[in-house]
């Protein structure tokens, strides 16, 4: 996790720890499903059945898989320093599983309908990553 505080004195940019054994897995080809459950708290592999999902028009079990990816990375956030906000870069790919799996809760939540959620996750994760937001097609 980094230490030092930005200029206008917010919270220091949380970097998460990558999981080396998971990324292995994913990097060898093996199915997220599979990676996610030999390793059920690593948010990228959440993530990514999460954008299959909703890639295949499954929008509702896109939001479930986004919303567990979500959550095991808030977890992972809060263990690693985070304190409820300020940056989670997305320049540090180990932080990527977390912000993907918003940047899918917030399309899966507007696709079903869910308007208020969908605007707290786009809002949220441009707060935590503007790169992010932008990569993901929210910004």
Do not use: Q
């Not at 299959?52 to 959550?71: M, S």
């Not at 917030?106 to 605007?119: F, L, R």
């Amino acid at each position: 996790m980094s230490t030092s505080h930005n200029l206008l004195g917010e919270p220091p940019a949380t970097e998460l720890p990558e999981n080396v054994e998971a990324k292995a897995s994913l990097d060898a080809g093996v199915d997220p499903a599979e990676v996610a459950r030999a390793h059920p708290t690593y948010s990228l592999a959440w993530a990514l059945l999460a954008e299959r999902a909703f890639a295949d028009g499954r929008d509702l079990e896109a939001y479930a898989y986004a919303r567990v990816g979500y959550h095991r990375g808030l977890d992972a956030l809060r263990r690693n320093g985070w304190r409820g906000h300020g940056p989670v870069p997305w320049e540090h790919p180990a932080n990527r599983g977390f912000l993907r799996a918003l940047g899918v809760l917030a399309k899966a939540s507007g696709s079903i309908g869910e308007t208020d959620e969908n605007e707290r996750c786009t809002t949220f994760l441009v707060d935590s990553s503007p790169t992010a937001a932008r990569e993901l097609g929210l910004a």
